[in-house]
């Protein structure tokens, strides 16, 4: 009887594999530290900078150093000096911290923060308490007017508390109003930044699910070593000799500017310290600190807990799946003493680095922007001659983190840095420890074999001093594009290079001059990334093209390529790259009037232009149809429609001079006169070609886009007494 079934329905036996649904850790930490800077008023930092300045004065000059003042040091006691220096200075700052910090709550809250609590429920919940402990009191009667006082109170308290669970989005958006009325803009995108709803940790990555485990794997997964082996970088600072030799030493003013220059609400090191509790602190802070740096520099040594990073994962790509370790990368987090050593150095080594004008990358004055319009005019230049260009765009692999230790310190020291400075960052980076955090477990410590620190300041220009000699050697070559006399065969942003030249020969050869410095370097190129394309000219651009070797691999030609975010094809139009811009134009204003449509519509004009009015490479919109152009002008107008809610077809001029808004051709015309004004300013001698040029075509272009407004009118030629349109009500 078993297998008989009697009712006419069929059964349906389902099996679940519960192992495929991953849940998520949203609680990240139960606990914030009390030295966190978090917020605090004006009585609260005064009273900070008060307790601060009272503890730094007594900080003196260590007597143990008065005979190494003024030279280099390594006795072994007086690192011990430093170590117990550096320690009363972090805790002179965290004890402030934590006795101008409000009373935290010693449980952590049980239930999520309900948004108009304290302005619309506080009040009506404190006097529904009070009656009913009232009427506790009495011993509960069931009528009277106690027990009809504590039944309004509480029919009043649970009003308000349903009325400020159904508005919470409302309640949100006012307050987000206020803040902008106020034009408090730091709180303002603070309380915007919130709306982001913030992914979750899954609770197992790769089949581990212990947080330490996880910790522990993606430290493995994080860890890099160099093909030229680990480096024979030295752990211990160099012989002791006193006072032979004259020592770099940084000024109070100069550790002044560094502090009032570093941008606050930046996530704090292992320490807690912010930079927020260094600018508070008071003016005996840099004083003590420039003493402190002096001496690290003489000894050529740095406290451990100083060089300690707390290295944090962040997901690549949040459709992607979470629990795979290839879909996280680094995120390194020093302390913030460490931010402005590392700070002052990097002053340092701009007076040494003497870099070749085809790196754009990480300089001031030069962007990505100055790195592809030479490009663009170098090409364009060849192509008005009807000489097609060859254009070979390589990818290194994990390029900074492949910089081989002794190879830096070769090339540091022939450039003439001074050696305090070199043992400096010899110590530095071989001693450093890092821990990379997970919930709130930390993996087992590990050290850099290879690599520029992540996220240090001074990391870029000692990237650029590391390929600073691939791109003299490619110059010094006789192949490649010239323009007015100026070798470009390469230009470079940080790791992206791209090599140009007339002929495939003219490729082919350099080509191994990058193959044998990459491998003298530790330096991996991706073949499969790495591509080159042809930008033809009509009637003379070979279809049949001979094979380009890169590491033995053959690379793939293609005929559109996406360089440092914007788009080139081979005959040079800008339509793809504008079409590019409107999609991206369309997210970021669908999704800005989706979260924020109950906002105010100032606080709307506010994020439209925060995030509506970039127009990435806007200003190298040179050759293009004027259907592309007109395309996203409209998306441009018609996400500001969307979001404040105006009819479809209102008058476009009219709805941006009513809100003094700028419209979709002034914001380009802006961006190709700063462009034009970064060249003409810039000494570098390949935007000098552009400059120099009266026929360049991005200095035609902005002859020819600062001439036309917004109604179609040349501003020369407007008829007398044609008015803007401007929108009815």
Known sequence: MEDVFVSDHLPIYLECNLNTVRPKLLIHEVRRSAVIWGERDESQINRYRNLCNNSLREVDFPPEFGKCSHGSCSLENHKLVLDSFYKRIVDILQDAAVQTKPQLRDKPRRNKVLSGWNKYVREAHREARLRFQNWV??????????????????????????????????????????????????????????????????????????????????????????????????????????????????????????????SRGKSPGHDGLSIEHLKYAGVHLPRVLSLFFNMCISHS???????????????????????????????????????ILDSLLDSCLQNYLHLHDAQFGFRPGLSTESAILSLKHTVQYYTDRRTPVYACFLDLSKAFDLVSYDVLWRKMEDRGIPAEI????????????????????????????????????????????????????????????????????????????????????????????????????????????????????????????????????????????????????????????????????????????????????????????????????????????????NTLRVQYNNVFRMMLALPRFCSASGMFAQTRTDGFHAIVRKKVASLIGRIRRSDNSILRTVADDPHAPIVRHFVRTMTHTEDGYSSRCRPHGVPLRYMTN
């Open 301 to 339: 040594y740095l406290p451990a807990d100083l060089m300690k990073t707390t290295v944090v994962p962040i997901v690549k790509n949040r459709t992607g799946d979470i629990s795979d370790k290839r879909n996280y990368r680094p995120i390194s987090l020093a302390t913030t003493i460490a931010k």
């Open 137 to 262: 009191l009495h011993s509960r009667p069931p009528s009277g007017l106690i027990y009809e006082q504590m039944c309004e109170s509480r029919k009043i308290f649970k009003g308000r508390l349903k009325w400020c669970l159904n508005n919470q989005e409302q309640i949100k958006m006012d307050q987000i109003a206020k803040l902008r009325a106020e034009q408090n803009f730091s709180k303002f995108w603070k309380s915007t930044g919130k709306l982001n709803v913030r992914p979750g940790l899954p609770a197992s990555v790769d089949s581990k699910n212990d947080p330490g485990d996880i910790a522990n794997l993606l430290m493995e997964h994080f860890k890099v070593r160099s093909p030229l082996g680990p480096s024979a970088t030295r752990t211990e600072s160099g012989p002791a000799v006193h006072g032979e030799r004259p020592l770099l030493l940084f000024t109070t003013g100069q550790v002044k500017d560094v502090i009032k220059g570093m």
């Open 422 to 629: 070199i043992n400096i960052f010899r110590y530095w980076y071989a001693n450093q420890t890092n821990h990379v955090k997970w919930s709130n477990s930390l993996s087992e410590s590990y050290r850099l074999e290879c690599g520029v620190r992540q996220g240090g300041l001074s990391s870029p220009k000692l990237f650029n001093l590391y390929v600073n000699d691939l791109l003299v050697e490619l110059s010094s070559m006789r192949v490649g594009c010239r323009v007015g006399g100026v070798c470009i065969n390469s230009i470079s942003y940080a790791d992206d290079m791209v090599l140009l030249g007339p002929t495939v020969n003219a490729i082919r050869e350099m080509l191994k001059v990058c193959e044998t410095y990459a491998a003298s370097h530790g330096l991996v190129y991706n073949t499969e990334k790495s591509q080159y394309m042809v930008f033809r000219v009509a009637g003379r651009c070979p279809e049949s093209i001979p094979a380009i070797n890169l590491n033995g691999s053959e690379l793939k030609r293609v005929y559109q390529f996406k360089y440092l975010g914007h788009i080139l094809a081979d005959d040079l139009k800008d339509d793809l790259d504008i079409e590019r811009e409107r999609r991206a134009l369309a997210v970021r204003g669908n999704m800005l009037a989706r979260r924020f449509a109950r906002c105010s519509d100032q606080v709307k004009i506010t994020l439209f232009k925060a995030y509506c009015q970039g127009l990435y490479t806007g200003g190298l919109w040179i050759r293009y149809a004027k259907k592309s152009l």
